[in-house]
T-cell receptor, first 114, second 114 residues
Framework: NAGVTQTPKFRILKIGQSMTLQCAQDMNHNYMYWYRQDPGMGLKLIYYSVGAGITDKGEVPNGYNVSRSTTEDFPLRLELAAPSQTSVYFC?????????????FGDGTRLSIL | AQSVTQLDSHVSVSEGTPVLLRCNYSSSYSPSLFWYVQHPNKGLQLLLKYTSAATLVKGINGFEAEFKKSETSFHLTKPSAHMSDAAEYFCVVSSKTSYDKVIFGPGTSLSVIP
């Protein structure tokens, strides 16, 4: 059972480039989340989805886009990479809302923008 | 606004001695509370959760936490630290305004000295 799988694990981008961070889960979870983790700041919610075809903004959505065409996949798109987007990105999933259900996390994507 | 405070950014203990990681939250309602652990270069893993049942919550790997409403605290403890406990620990509180979201504390880094 793979759980939550994120690809790539590491990436270096130049300013202005675009890329898609992939996230897939095999637990048939309805809810999926994208967070970014900056040193000493905890995790900040970028976007989340409560099911296929439904997405909503979190605390820090600017500069990112998401889509959820299937239950399993929740890719995060950076259109014009900026140095402020250098961070570690985590995808998570849960069967129901995060208030009562634990979230299952991937191992993260470490992204540097130079 | 809701917030989570982890009173120590770094805690260092000797192997075999007790662990205490402190967490206070601000909330005008009864929240759900979680502790997650993050080992280096890994995603977060649930240690334990409180969702308005017993105030003393037992988790994995010998950890437990006590919910004290009067003190708005949810401190994490373990009687005897093991080398494998060295990691980053996050206290997490449910959002008052959204069933779907939680708020992460900034994290406490635990070092275990042999």
């Amino acid at each position: 059972n793979a759980g939550v799988t994120q690809t790539p694990k590491f990436r270096i981008l130049k300013i202005g480039q675009s890329m898609t961070l992939q996230c897939a889960q095999d637990m048939n979870h309805n809810y999926m989340y994208w967070y970014r983790q900056d040193p000493g700041m905890g995790l900040k919610l970028i976007y989340y989805s409560v099911g296929a075809g439904i997405t909503d903004k979190g605390e820090v959505p600017n500069g990112y886009n998401v889509s959820r065409s299937t239950t399993e996949d929740f890719p995060l798109r950076l259109e014009l990479a900026a140095p402020s987007q250098t961070s570690v990105y985590f995808c998570a999933s849960s069967y129901q809302g995060a208030r009562n259900q634990p979230q299952h996390f991937g191992d993260g994507t470490r992204l540097s923008i130079l | 606004a809701q917030s989570v405070t982890q009173l120590d950014s770094h805690v260092s203990v000797s192997e075999g001695t007790p662990v205490l990681l402190r967490c206070n939250y601000s909330s005008s309602y009864s929240p759900s509370l979680f502790w997650y652990v993050q080992h280096p270069n890994k995603g977060l893993q649930l240690l334990l959760k409180y969702t308005s049942a017993a105030t003393l919550v037992k988790g994995i790997n010998g950890f437990e936490a006590e919910f004290k409403k009067s003190e708005t605290s949810f401190h994490l403890t373990k009687p005897s630290a093991h080398m494998s406990d060295a990691a980053e620990y996050f206290c997490v509180v449910s959002s008052k305004t959204s069933y779907d979201k939680v708020i992460f504390g900034p994290g406490t880094s635990l070092s275990v000295i042999p």
